[in-house]
């Protein structure tokens, strides 16, 4: 006799999963973190069937999603690294038919993964951060003395946060300035694409592919350029790479180009406009930073744990497994949930306080395992420049209207951040 179907899951439980599939959730941090919040406590592994939507599983919980990433064996991520539509989904599915997919790390398992990872990796490794240090700095104080040229207000997230991580990382790349601003906007399109205000057309994904088309002729054009004529940066490295005695074919190679340049620039422009943001709505953590600015460290990692900006990668089980005693059958994905984990209460004492002192800070932000972040130490030092420069200077901040947050399912944060203040 067959076994009769699962109940329904409550309405509230329901709705709180759906929410993850909507952009608009990420622009309403209350909304986000009540659905979060209830799917840890009574759902940690919530089935989701969304509207427009291949199903999935949502992990929230520190400890599922800590042992996931480490299982890379089992838990791949191709082929669904990122929560899409079905119509996104098969757009890109043609473009990969076409040969024309990104092929970026992030979206590959081994044996593939750890031979394409160690063409940049020594790039973003700590010591060789140290030798960009004086390089950071003086790009933060550039930033920060941009902020006293605008007199007593500005929009942070867009006139300061986006700007500075963009000259970091395209400068490391080896980019002209003059295209600085051009990629800028191609990077808000891409992980903008949900939003009404960045993304390009109406968010189709045909739009969306036409990003990506814009970037990967930029790319082949930069890798054929660096092959004709090899500098020492980063894109000489990239386009010169060869793995197995053969070069990078050059969709990869563009590929790899775009992740840095894409994800090396939105997480830590979205890291400092809510660190600032999160600042000045507890006044008290900002006097304490600025009379302790050796708690600098730690509170970089409290505003990297407070934002949150990836805010999901997908994983597909490779076998018929289980997470927290729910079954996951071969071919099923999951979802983990990066701002979940970073709230989770049995992981972080009093989760929704903000405290730049915070011991220890076991955040997920940055994943975990073979996949965890590749510039994770370029992130940390670019954030704590900006605020070692910053914070000194600043004799007065507070919200001049309010901030907005960029619609996104995958990369994001404050996309608008109005403030007035006074530098010294």
Known sequence: MPSPPAPAPPPALTQAGHALASPRTYTDETHLHDALTLLRHQAPVHHVDAPGYHPFWAVTRHTDILTIE??????????????????????????????????????LDEPHHRPLRAVA?????????????????????????????????????????????????????????????????????????????????????????????????????????????????????????????????????????????TAGHDTTSSTIAGGLEALIRHPGQLHRLRQDPALLPSAVEEMIRWVSPVKAFMRTAAADTHVRGVRIGQGESVLLSYPSANRDEDVFDEPFRFDVGREPNRHLAFGFGVHFCLGAALARMEVSALFAELLPRLARVELDGEPAWTATTFVGGLKRLPIRYSLT
Not at 159 to 179: F, K, M, N, R, W
Request: hydrophobic share 40%; net charge positive; aromatic share 8%.
């Open 70 to 107: 480490r299982d890379h064996t089992l838990w791949l991520n191709a082929p669904r690294p990122v929560l899409r539509t079905t119509a996104l989904d098969h757009a890109l599915h043609t473009r990969r038919q076409q040969g024309k997919a990104l092929t970026s790390i992030v979206h």
């Open 121 to 261: 990796a020594d790039w973003f490794r700590p010591h060789a951060m140290r030798t960009l240090h004086t390089r950071i700095r003086d790009l933060a104080r550039r930033h920060v003395d941009l902020m006293a040229q605008h007199g007593t207000t500005c929009d942070f997230a867009r006139q300061i946060a986006a700007h500075y991580p963009l000259y970091v990382i395209l400068t490391l790349l080896g980019l002209p300035e003059s295209d600085f601003p051009r990629m800028l906007h191609l990077t808000q399109q891409l992980f903008g694409h949900d939003d009404d205000e960045t993304g390009r057309g109406t968010g189709t994904p045909r739009d969306h592919t036409g990003v990506l088309e814009d970037l990967f002729a930029y790319f082949h054009h930069l890798t054929a350029t660096r092959r004709a004529h090899p500098t020492t940066d980063l894109a000489s490295r990239i386009a010169n790479a060869r793995i197995d005695g053969r070069l990078l074919d050059d969709n990869t190679a563009a590929s790899y180009y775009i992740l840095i340049a």
